[in-house]
């Protein structure tokens, strides 16, 4: 008997639970029926799934080219706010508490993360998402008009003034080296579906003053992070959330950093340049 993938919906606007068990999802032949899934709904839930992290990275590499984790070359990353877990990364990861989009300054960003709970936070911790397609679609046909045109200056620097307001000289350079790129405002995918592209790393919209600039992203931010379009994730131990990065933003909610929360990231390279 032909496996199918079975699943319903967590909201209207985003979001579906995967209920197939584990063996069908490592088998593969689902994959093709998850990716357009993934694409439709934005966010997948694998409720308690419990992969080791060997099965994680054999169920992602179904369903895609695995994006590697370094320039050493690993294929997970261990994602905590706790220095202990993570010295090296810990404070620049202080920028996943704000809404974002992976690989604002890439040609290419990935397609998907898939993020997998080892040690839930006791308190707090969850993680949002929101659909930037839905997000999109339902804005008035004026508007759509007026931000098709639009293009936006994005940097990885401007993130770290939401949680280091006074940053010093030495970090907020290192920050910048990353460099920034300018993007549209509304990304028009193969697909010719259309996504809201958006976050923390949005500086400012090319032409215009400042004021207005501001005002436009974050009233669209306040918009398409709205309960209409949004959903945030309560972790157990052994979930899995798999996310469209080309359609959805997301972020961690609060939690204490010292309270051992630990979760595992794979993630898929991306084929469709921003456009």
Known sequence: MTTTLRSEAVKDSIGSRILNPKRDLLAGHLAADIRNLLEER?????????FTETEQIAFTQTLGTLASEGSDGRMTAQISLDARHNPATAEFLKGSLYWHIDGTNSDVPILASLLSCVVPAPSGGNTGFCNTYAAYDDLPDAEKAVYDALRVIHGPWASLFYY???PTLDMLKTMQSLGEKE??????HASGRK???LGCTARSVVGLADRESTAMLVGLREWATSPR?????????GDLVMWDNTGTMHRAESYDPA????????KLEGDEAFA
């Open 42 to 50: 934005g966010v997948l839930v694998f409720p308690e799934i419990h």
């Open 164 to 166: 280091r307001p006074e």
């Open 183 to 188: 993007l549209p405002l509304v990304w028009t």
């Open 195 to 197: 996504s809201l592209i």
């Open 229 to 237: 379009f949004s959903y945030s994730h309560s972790w157990k131990a």
């Open 259 to 266: 309270c051992g929360r630990l979760m595992l990231r794979t």
